[in-house]
C-alpha cells in the first residue's frame, strides 16, 4: 500500500478561474443562510465581511469586462429641438439586441480603452435574420473617455415603454415587456453628444441585480480610476515633479511615525466612505424592491380599472338594449289597446244592429 500514489501525482489540477484569484483571502467568508443580527458587534462583522467581499470582488471587475458580460441593449440617440421650438425626437439606433459588452485596451492608459458591443446568436439567429436590421453604427465602440456617467436604472427612460426587436409577433411584445418590468435589472451609461445626437444613453439589461450591482461599481471604479491616475485629482496630497528638476530636488527627511499617522488617517477616510457607500446600496435596493411594488399596484389598480370600466360599458350596453326593448313593447301595447278599443265599438256597433233588426221583426 505504500507504494500505491495518488491519481494526483501524476495528473494536473485544474481550477476554474484566473491564476490571480486561486489563494483566496483569509478573511474571505463563505456565504451560507443570512444570519439575523442582534448586537452591534455582529453588525460590524458583517460590515467588515460585506468590505473585503466587496474589495474582492473591484479587483476581478477588470478581467471580466475583459472576457465579456451579456446583456440585452438598447442604444438611444436623442435630438434637442431646432430654433423653430420642435420637440425632441428620441431615436433607438439599437433595440433589445443580445450584445456582448467587453472592455478592450488598447495601450498602457485607461483613456486609451473603450467598451467593445458584440452582437450574441449562432446559426440559428443569422438563419432566422433576428439581427438583419441592427444599425451596425450603433455597435461601434464607446471610448472611456466619451463616458459622462453611470447611473442605476434606465434613466431618461420608462424601462416598461422600451421597443422591441423589429419582426416580433405581439405575444412575444408581451413577454418582452414582463422582462422589462423589473427596473433593477437595468443601467445606464450617459455619453458625450455628437453632431447627429445631442445625448446618447446605452441602456442595459442584466439578468440578475446582483450582476447589474457588480458591473455598475465595476465601472464607476474604472472611471474613478481614469481620474484619478489620468485625469483632474481630488486629492491635496500629491507631488508635482515640474516643481524641482534636476539639482534643485533635496531629499526631506520625515519621521517614519508621522507617515504612518498620515496613512491611518487616510485608511480611515477610506474605511468612512466605504461602509457608507455600502450601506447606501442597501437602501437602494429597498427603494427598487419598492418601486417594483407600487408598479405592481399601479398595474393591479389599471386593471382593475379597465374591468369596472368594461363592466359598465356592458352594463350600459344592456340597459340601452332593455331600454329599447321596453320602449318597443310600449309600442306594442298602445297598438294592441288602439286594435281592442275598434273592436270594442265594432261588437258595439254589431249588437246594436242586431237589435235593431230584432225589433223590427
Same mark, same amino acid.
Given at each position: 500500500?505504500?507504494?500505491?500514489?495518488?491519481? !494526483?501525482?501524476?495528473?494536473?489540477?485544474?481550477?476554474?478561474?484566473?491564476? #490571480?484569484?486561486?489563494?483566496?483571502?483569509?478573511?474571505?467568508?463563505?456565504?451560507?443562510?443570512?444570519?439575523?443580527?442582534? @448586537? *452591534?458587534?455582529?453588525? %460590524?462583522?458583517?460590515?467588515?465581511?460585506?468590505?473585503?467581499?466587496?474589495?474582492?470582488?473591484?479587483?476581478?471587475?477588470?478581467?471580466?469586462?475583459?472576457?465579456?458580460?451579456?446583456?440585452?441593449?438598447?442604444?438611444?440617440?436623442?435630438?434637442?429641438?431646432?430654433?423653430?421650438? /420642435?420637440?425632441?425626437?428620441?431615436?433607438? #439606433?439599437?433595440?433589445?439586441? @443580445?450584445?456582448?459588452?467587453?472592455?478592450?485596451?488598447?495601450?498602457?492608459?485607461?483613456?486609451?480603452?473603450?467598451?467593445?458591443?458584440?452582437?450574441?446568436?449562432?446559426?440559428?439567429?443569422?438563419?432566422?435574420? &433576428?439581427?438583419? @436590421?441592427?444599425?451596425?453604427?450603433?455597435?461601434?465602440?464607446?471610448?472611456?473617455?466619451?463616458?459622462?456617467?453611470?447611473?442605476?436604472?434606465?434613466?431618461?427612460?420608462?424601462?416598461?415603454?422600451?421597443?422591441?426587436?423589429?419582426?416580433?409577433?405581439?405575444?412575444?411584445?408581451?413577454?418582452?415587456?414582463?422582462?422589462?418590468?423589473?427596473?433593477?435589472?437595468?443601467?445606464?451609461?450617459?455619453? !458625450?453628444?455628437?453632431?447627429?445626437?445631442?445625448?446618447?444613453?446605452?441602456?442595459?439589461?442584466?439578468?440578475?441585480?446582483?450582476?447589474?450591482?457588480?458591473?455598475? @461599481?465595476?465601472?464607476?471604479?474604472?472611471?474613478?480610476?481614469?481620474?484619478?491616475?489620468?485625469?483632474?485629482?481630488?486629492?491635496?496630497?500629491?507631488?508635482?515633479?515640474?516643481?524641482?528638476? /534636476?539639482?534643485? &530636488?533635496? %531629499?526631506?527627511?520625515?519621521?517614519?511615525?508621522?507617515?504612518?499617522?498620515?496613512?491611518?488617517?487616510? &485608511?480611515?477616510?477610506?474605511?468612512?466612505?466605504?461602509?457608507?457607500?455600502?450601506?447606501?446600496?442597501?437602501?437602494?435596493?429597498?427603494?427598487?424592491?419598492?418601486?417594483?411594488?407600487?408598479?405592481?399596484?399601479?398595474?393591479?389598480?389599471?386593471? %382593475?380599472?379597465?374591468?369596472?370600466?368594461?363592466?359598465?360599458?356592458?352594463?350600459?350596453?344592456?340597459?340601452?338594449?332593455?331600454?329599447?326593448?321596453?320602449?318597443?313593447?310600449?309600442?306594442?301595447?298602445?297598438?294592441? *289597446?288602439?286594435?281592442?278599443? *275598434?273592436?270594442?265599438? &265594432?261588437?258595439?256597433?254589431?249588437? #246594436?244592429?242586431?237589435?235593431?233588426?230584432?225589433?223590427?221583426?
Amino acid at each position: 500500500m505504500a507504494s500505491l500514489k495518488a491519481s !494526483t501525482d501524476f495528473l494536473p489540477m485544474i481550477r476554474r478561474g484566473f491564476a #490571480a484569484s486561486e489563494e483566496k483571502d483569509a478573511d474571505e467568508v463563505a456565504v451560507g443562510w443570512k444570519i439575523e443580527i442582534r @448586537n *452591534r458587534k455582529e453588525r %460590524e462583522e458583517a460590515l467588515k465581511t460585506e468590505v473585503h467581499k466587496f474589495e474582492h470582488k473591484m479587483k476581478k471587475m477588470a478581467h471580466l469586462l475583459e472576457e465579456g458580460v451579456d446583456v440585452v441593449m438598447w442604444q438611444l440617440n436623442r435630438t434637442a429641438p431646432d430654433m423653430s421650438g /420642435g420637440e425632441t425626437v428620441d431615436d433607438f #439606433a439599437l433595440k433589445a439586441s @443580445n450584445v456582448s459588452v467587453k472592455m478592450h485596451r488598447r495601450g498602457e492608459y485607461l483613456v486609451q480603452a473603450d467598451l467593445t458591443f458584440i452582437l450574441r446568436g449562432g446559426y440559428l439567429s443569422k438563419a432566422i435574420g &433576428r439581427n438583419r @436590421n441592427v444599425d451596425k453604427t450603433a455597435l461601434e465602440p464607446l471610448s472611456l473617455h466619451d463616458i459622462l456617467e453611470v447611473r442605476a436604472g434606465c434613466s431618461g427612460h420608462d424601462h416598461t415603454e422600451l421597443p422591441t426587436a423589429s419582426g416580433k409577433t405581439k405575444k412575444k411584445k408581451e413577454s418582452k415587456s414582463n422582462d422589462n418590468k423589473q427596473a433593477s435589472l437595468f443601467m445606464t451609461i450617459k455619453a !458625450t453628444p455628437t453632431p447627429v445626437a445631442s445625448a446618447r444613453s446605452y441602456i442595459f439589461r442584466f439578468k440578475s441585480r446582483t450582476t447589474r450591482n457588480d458591473v455598475l @461599481n465595476g465601472l464607476r471604479s474604472i472611471l474613478a480610476d481614469l481620474q484619478i491616475y489620468e485625469g483632474v485629482s481630488i486629492s491635496n496630497l500629491h507631488t508635482s515633479e515640474d516643481a524641482f528638476d /534636476g539639482d534643485e &530636488r533635496e %531629499e526631506i527627511m520625515v519621521p517614519l511615525s508621522a507617515v504612518h499617522q498620515v496613512m491611518d488617517r487616510e &485608511r480611515e477616510n477610506y474605511d468612512r466612505i466605504l461602509l457608507m457607500m455600502l450601506q447606501g446600496g442597501e437602501d437602494l435596493k429597498e427603494k427598487e424592491d419598492e418601486l417594483l411594488k407600487l408598479r405592481d399596484k399601479l398595474e393591479n389598480f389599471v386593471d %382593475e380599472s379597465k374591468e369596472r370600466d368594461r363592466v359598465q360599458a356592458n352594463d350600459s350596453k344592456l340597459i340601452m338594449q332593455l331600454s329599447k326593448k321596453l320602449e318597443t313593447l310600449l309600442m306594442e301595447n298602445e297598438d294592441l *289597446r288602439d286594435q281592442s278599443d *275598434r273592436l270594442n265599438m &265594432r261588437l258595439v256597433t254589431v249588437e #246594436a244592429e242586431a237589435m235593431s233588426i230584432s225589433g223590427r221583426s
